[in-house]
């Protein structure tokens, strides 16, 4: 079946430092990317999404980009502060005309002040 | 506040048990999910509902019951479970069915099946 692969499973930085997580997907069909993120005891909230008609874009501090070609795309945070340490998922779906999400299985991000 | 409300947040239950999870948004979506959350394992979808019909079934076992009586409301019954159906349940909604990329998740009930 269709899968997303996800790296790496943990990172941990130093505050101030970048942050960069991987995804992979199978499905050629994908073309929405949302990226989610999930504090200790909530449920994972969006946090940037990128479609596939653009190959990147940015939101003050994270940004994501996108390679249709070779089926990638990452999320880059910058000046990473404490309140960045959460789980960070990254999904691929068909968007419009589908509803399956499928996830990837997450990358736990500790930032160390 | 994400808009989509679980309850309850704890759940602890015996295998002979039956028990309802219950999931509220009021965010006026037309969609909503249920999905599975297991330590170290991507998100597991298991029900989609569109305008409060059954749109999606992913395999999951009998005794996982949905019931949507209106768009606003969601509820996932629970049966005779077994100790690896412990997990994280999340709710979800999203605008339509059709564009479920962005999904509105609630905080989850933690279930412990003993």
């Known amino acids: 079946g269709e899968n997303v692969e996800q790296h790496p499973s943990t990172l941990s930085v130093q505050e101030g430092d970048s942050a960069v997580i991987k995804c992979t997907y199978s499905?050629?069909?994908?073309?929405?990317f949302p990226w989610y993120k999930q504090e200790l005891g909530k449920g994972p909230q969006l946090i940037i999404d990128?479609?596939?008609?653009?190959g990147e874009k940015k939101d003050q501090r994270i940004a994501v980009t996108l390679n249709k070609t070779a089926k990638h795309f990452s999320l880059h945070i910058t000046e990473t502060q404490p309140e960045d340490s959460a789980v960070y998922f990254c999904?691929?779906?068909?968007?419009?005309?589908?509803?399956?999400?499928?996830f990837g299985a997450g990358t736990r991000l500790f930032v160390k002040a | 506040e994400t808009g989509v409300t679980q309850t309850p947040r704890h759940l602890v239950m015996g295998m002979t048990n039956k028990k309802s999870l219950k999931c509220e948004q009021h965010?006026?979506?037309?969609?909503m999910y249920w999905y599975k959350q297991s330590a170290k394992k991507p998100l597991e979808l298991m029900f989609v509902?569109?305008?409060?019909?059954?749109?999606e079934n992913n395999s999951v076992p009998s005794r996982f019951s949905p019931e949507c009586p209106n768009s606003s409301h969601l509820f996932l019954h629970l049966h005779t479970l077994q100790p690896e159906d412990s997990a994280l349940y999340l709710c979800?909604?999203?605008?339509?069915?059709?564009?479920?990329?962005?999904?509105?998740f609630g905080s989850g009930t933690q279930l412990s099946v003993l």
């Open positions: 979800a909604s999203s605008p339509a069915a059709v564009d479920g990329g962005k999904l509105f």
């Open positions: 499905d050629s069909a994908s073309n929405y």
């Open positions: 990128i479609r596939s008609n653009v």
């Open positions: 999904a691929a779906s068909r968007g419009t005309g589908g509803f399956k999400t499928i």
């Open positions: 965010l006026g979506h037309n969609a």
């Open positions: 509902y569109s305008l409060e019909e059954r749109v």
